[in-house]
C-alpha cells in the first residue's frame, strides 16, 4: 500500500490543497482528509454524482476513487492497491515492530500531512518511550525536527542525531524531516536509536564515542530496549522516497544488480549467524546476490561477486566488529532452508 506521504502527494497531483487528515483504515486503504481547495476540471476523469447529488465520485482507473463533499470541503480516497509492487517490497524484518496507542498513531500520520505538529508529535512520543523503554528516568531534551540540526558535525543523509550538554544533562535530539516520509515502525526504531545516546549519556554518564558512539554502553541500551545494536543502519533508501524517486532509484538498481528477487526466494534463506568465509549470498537492496566470503590480510572481511554484466564486484568492511554490525544483518547461507 502507499505511505501516507504518498496519498497526499497523490492528492495534491489531483488539485487538492490545504489537506488535513481526519481517519485512515489501513486495511481497505482508506483514507479521509479535509481540504481547502478543489478543481475537478484537473481530474483526468468525469465524476458520478453519488448521495443524493452531495458527493462526486472519481473512479480514477489503476489509482482509486476519490469521493468529493464540496460542501463540507472532505475527500475520501480509496486506493485501488493495484500499481505498488516495489514499494511494499521493503523486508518487514527492517522494521521493528512497537506497540503505539491509538492516539500516538493518529498523531504521527497527522504530523506526516501538517509539519506543525511534528515536535508536538516527537515530544508526545519521547514521553511514551520514556515511560514504557526507560522507566521514567531520563529528563526530556530539547526536540527537534529539521532538514538540518541547530548544531553541527551532522551529515546531510543522517536520519536523526542527539547532541549532549555538559554535566550528563540531556541536551538535544534531532530528527529529520525526511523521517516523516517513512513508516511509522521505522521512524519508531530511528527514535529510540536516539534516545540510547541520550540514556548512554544521562543515565550511564558515558562519554565512550567508540565505534561511532555506538560503543558497548550504547549497544547495552539498544538491547534494554528490544533493539538489535548490530542493525543501526536498518532499511534501504525505499523507506522515505516517493513514487517517483522508488522508480527511478529500482530502474538504477536493476541496471546495476539485476532484477528485484521474488520474496519467496528471500524467505528460503538461511542467515549466517557469524563470519564463515566461504560461498555466500548477499541480500543487497532485494537482490539476491551469490558470491563468496574472504578476508583481506587476514582481518579484513570482504563479499565478492559478478555483477549483471559479468564484471567481478567486492564489499568490503574494515574489520570483524564492523562487519558484524553491517555486513551479517545482509548475509546468507549459499543454501536454501
Known amino acids: 500500500m502507499l505511505t501516507l506521504q504518498e496519498v497526499t502527494s497523490l492528492l495534491k497531483r489531483f488539485s487538492f ?11 481497505k486503504l482508506t483514507y479521509n482528509f479535509k481540504f481547502t481547495s478543489f478543481n475537478p476540471v484537473l481530474m483526468p476523469v468525469k465524476p458520478t454524482v453519488a448521495a443524493g447529488g452531495k458527493v462526486l465520485v472519481f473512479t480514477v ?9 464540496p460542501a463540507n470541503f472532505m475527500v475520501r480516497y480509496v486506493d485501488s492497491g493495484l500499481r505498488h509492487g516495489t514499494s511494499s517490497s521493503v523486508p518487514e524484518g527492517h522494521l521493528t ?11 504521527y500520520q497527522k504530523a506526516v500531512v501538517n509539519s506543525g505538529q511534528r515536535v ?11 515511560t514504557t523503554k526507560f522507566s521514567g528516568q531520563m529528563q526530556v531534551p530539547k526536540l527537534e525536527v529539521s532538514s538540518h540540526p541547530s548544531f553541527g558535525g551532522v551529515a546531510k543523509s543522517t536520519r536523526g542525531a542527539f547532541l549532549g550538554d555538559p554535566g550528563w544533562h540531556p541536551g538535544r535530539l534531532w530528527m529529520a524531516s525526511f523521517m516523516f516520509n517513512s513508516r ?22 558515558s562519554d565512550d564515542f567508540s565505534e561511532g558512539g555506538h560503543g558497548p ?37 536493476t541496471q546495476q544488480y539485476g ?7 528471500v524467505k528460503a534463506l538461511k542467515k549466517m549467524k557469524g563470519l564463515e568465509p566461504g560461498p555466500a549470498i548477499y541480500l543487497q537492496m532485494g537482490r539476491i546476490l551469490h558470491g563468496t566470503i574472504g578476508l583481506h590480510n587476514g582481518r579484513s572481511p570482504y563479499f565478492e561477486y559478478k555483477n549483471k554484466a559479468g564484471g ?14 553491517q555486513g551479517l544483518p545482509n548475509l546468507y547461507h549459499e543454501t536454501a532452508k
Open 312 to 325: 567481478t564486484m567486492f564489499m568490503s568492511w574494515p574489520d570483524a566488529a564492523n562487519f558484524a554490525r
Open 217 to 253: 554502553v550504547w549497544q547495552q541500551w539498544m538491547t534494554h530496549v528490544g533493539l538489535d545494536p548490530r542493525r543501526f543502519d536498518p532499511t534501504d533508501d525505499y523507506e522515505y522516497q516517493d513514487d517517483a524517486q522508488r522508480q527511478a532509484t529500482e530502474v538504477s538498481l
Open 184 to 205: 511509522i515502525a521505522f521512524f519508531c526504531e530511528v527514535f529510540l536509536h536516539e534516545m540510547c545516546h541520550l540514556a548512554a549519556w544521562c543515565l550511564s554518564c
Open 120 to 130: 508536538a508529535f516527537v515530544t508526545k512520543l519521547w514521553h511514551h518511550f520514556n
Open 259 to 265: 532484477p528485484r528477487s521474488p520474496s519467496k526466494d
Open 61 to 69: 482507473p489503476d489509482v482509486g476513487k476519490f469521493g468529493v463533499s
Open 97 to 107: 515492530k512497537q506497540e503505539l496507542p491509538a492516539d500516538l498513531v493518529l498523531a
Open 17 to 27: 490543497e490545504g489537506l488535513s487528515l481526519i481517519s485512515m483504515d489501513e486495511e
